[in-house]
Nanobody
Framework: VQLQASGGGLVQAGGSLRLSCVASGRAFSNYAMGWFRQAPGKEREFVAVVSWNGGTTAYGDSVQGRFTISRENAKNTVYLQMNSLKPEDTAVYYC??????????????WGQGTQVTVSS
């Protein structure tokens, strides 16, 4: 599976962004899809995951209630809608394909990352 993330950018605190991740290659719907993020000097952090059919989602504590993950299997695409953004959300965001887990090692395929910068 090859993954291409997009949609990052610069936004003011309180604003919104929607990230997209398009998959190609092996059957997209075989995998749970996750979003992770990594800020400078920090470890990669779990953000959200959606099950293979979109029926189940899970979120990291720091984004619960502000971010929404969804997927469209017909378009081989997973989304991350980010609302009420905070400066501490600034990071490179990565999409990944794998198991329905919160751990980096449970994902086999990774996109290249897209930068999100939230100004105060």
């Amino acid at each position: 599976v090859q993954l291409q993330a997009s949609g990052g950018g610069l936004v003011q605190a309180g604003g919104s962004l929607r990230l997209s991740c398009v998959a190609s290659g092996r059957a997209f719907s075989n995998y749970a899809m996750g979003w992770f993020r990594q800020a400078p000097g920090k470890e990669r952090e779990f953000v959200a995951v959606v099950s293979w059919n979109g029926g189940t989602t899970a979120y990291g504590d720091s984004v619960q209630g502000r971010f929404t993950i969804s997927r469209e299997n017909a378009k081989n695409t997973v989304y991350l809608q980010m609302n009420s953004l905070k400066p501490e959300d600034t990071a490179v965001y990565y999409c990944a394909a794998g198991d329905f887990r919160r751990v980096v090692d449970d994902y086999s395929y990774w996109g290249q990352g897209t930068q999100v910068t939230v100004s105060s």
